[in-house]
């Protein structure tokens, strides 16, 4: 089954600890995309990667970082820098066909900072 | 000028209602529009591309105008499965003129009742 995964659904950290987030896909899609929703708002870009070894901050980089070492994984990390960093964090990917971006989301983690 | 703005809702309607879902946005260069479905503490999924001759998929009819920079999403027959968050989706020219990044709308929450 050709998909993206997450891991893990649930996360829990202590305030000031790093944590890591995993994102793997199958899709061959070139283009990865973090972003992070909020009760009753939108997603927002964290941060984003059209090809391997190359990535772009989003809207609200600040206090995460990311790598793109192979096309099929993404990692996002959520350092102590992060203010608020209790969310739910969705993984995508996209493949531009015919001039059209749909992008395809991995079942997120939802982690919680305490 | 929200970049992708949509009426929260809730709508709560009967089954069988048929329920407009409206969308503007800001960026006149986008070209590329979907509405996405979200249940709710899950991921959006792709509902469908917007086309600007409209288009239809069963229930579902997408329309799009882009003179009035303006996008539709009309659910014929409404069932109670099709209770959800439905979000408008934008292609945006912020990134490097990379058109492979979308804006969000906050969704707007549907609830079927029997």
């Known amino acids: 089954d050709g998909g993206i995964t997450q891991s893990p659904k649930y996360l829990f950290r202590k305030e000031g600890q790093n944590v890591t987030l995993s994102c793997e896909q199958n899709?061959?899609?070139?283009?990865m995309y973090w972003y992070r929703q909020d009760p009753g708002q939108g997603l927002r870009l964290i941060y984003y990667s059209q090809i391997v070894n190359d990535f772009q901050k989003g809207d609200i980089a600040e206090g995460y970082s990311v790598s793109r070492e192979k096309k099929e994984s993404f990692p996002l990390t959520v350092t102590s820098a992060q203010k608020n960093p209790t969310a739910f964090y969705l993984c995508a990917s996209s493949e531009p066909r015919g001039g059209s971006y749909e992008q395809y989301f991995g079942p997120g983690t939802r982690l919680t900072v305490t | 000028r929200k970049e992708v703005e949509q009426d929260p809702g809730p709508f709560n309607v009967p089954e069988g209602a048929t329920v407009a879902f409206n969308c503007t946005y800001s960026n006149s260069a986008s070209q590329s529009f979907f509405w996405y479905r979200q249940d709710c503490r899950k991921e959006p999924k792709l509902l469908m591309s917007v086309y600007s001759s409209g288009n239809e998929d069963g229930r579902f009819t997408a329309q799009l105008n882009r003179a009035s920079q303006y996008i539709s999403l009309l659910i014929r027959d409404s069932k109670l499965s099709d209770s959800a968050t439905y979000l408008c989706v934008v292609s945006s020219m912020n990134y490097g003129g990379s058109q492979g990044n979308l804006i969000f709308g906050k969704g707007t929450k549907l609830s079927v009742k029997p």
């Open positions: 899709l061959n899609h070139d283009a």
